[in-house]
T-cell receptor, first 111, second 115 residues
Framework: AQSVTQPDIHITVSEGASLELRCNYS??????LFWYVQSPGQGLQLLLK??????LVQGIKGFEAEFKRSQSSFNLRKPSVHWSDAAEYFC?????????FGAGTTVTVRA | NAGVMQNPRHLVRRRGQEARLRCSPM?????VYWYRQLPEEGLKFMVY????????ESGMPKERFSAEFPKEGPSILRIQQVVRGDSAAYFC?????????????FGPGTRLTVL
């Protein structure tokens, strides 16, 4: 069965520190991969996506993600977090036409 | 170019009432998807529709839930005889195609509360 796993439910980081959110997928073939961010009570905003090609993908708000086929991973990174990055982050994989989402990682930023 | 629009943004219903959630896809998009986000969970696929056709409803509960995407007008997700467990955020997404490098664009969601 196709699935996406985000091992970390909650991460707390200091403002200015680096952030890495983990995502692993289980699919028969390489799926298309996405990271979304959701602020409380809001909808989903696409941060970045991977379809093919360069395995290091740049997104909005200073985020990047690296696709590693050997590890079935698509981890999200940001070198220096801002207080406004506090939100919930979802990794998702597209198989055919359905998006499968991980359970999400909540990021708290402390001053 | 307006994004995906959903209304209402918030909906409160009493148990046993009907809930109607509307989704207008982005201009030029003929593929619509509905997802449900239960509290403290990620989004789960419910149904995929093209104009006038249901392509895949494998994520829809078998009873009380239905969806349509008529030739004219928005897509409608209808929940009959709502129960407390239906309280969730319902997101609609649209795309120009249904396959390939198919980015889905999400609306702001409708948050349903069942009293």
């Amino acid at each position: 069965a196709q699935s996406v796993t985000q091992p970390d439910i909650h991460i707390t980081v200091s403002e200015g520190a680096s952030l890495e959110l983990r995502c692993n997928y289980s699919y028969g073939a390489t799926p298309y991969l996405f990271w979304y961010v959701q602020s409380p009570g809001q909808g989903l905003q696409l941060l970045l996506k991977y379809f093919s090609g360069d395995t290091l993908v740049q997104g909005i708000k200073g985020f990047e993600a690296e696709f590693k086929r050997s590890q079935s991973s698509f981890n999200l990174r940001k070198p220096s977090v801002h207080w406004s990055d506090a939100a919930e982050y979802f990794c998702a994989a597209l198989g055919d036409y359905k998006l499968s989402f991980g359970a999400g990682t909540t990021v708290t930023v402390r001053a | 170019n307006a994004g995906v629009m959903q209304n209402p943004r918030h909906l409160v219903r009493r148990r046993g009432q009907e809930a109607r959630l509307r989704c207008s896809p982005m201009k030029g998009h003929s593929h619509v998807y509905w997802y449900r986000q239960l509290p403290e969970e990620g989004l789960k696929f419910m149904v995929y529709l093209q104009k006038e056709n249901i392509i895949d409803e494998s994520g829809m509960p078998k009873e009380r839930f239905s969806a349509e995407f008529p030739k004219e007008g928005p897509s409608i997700l209808r929940i009959q005889q709502v129960v407390r467990g239906d309280s969730a955020a319902y997101f609609c997404a649209s795309s120009p195609t249904g396959t390939g490098e198919n980015e889905q664009f999400f609306g702001p969601g409708t948050r349903l509360t069942v009293l």
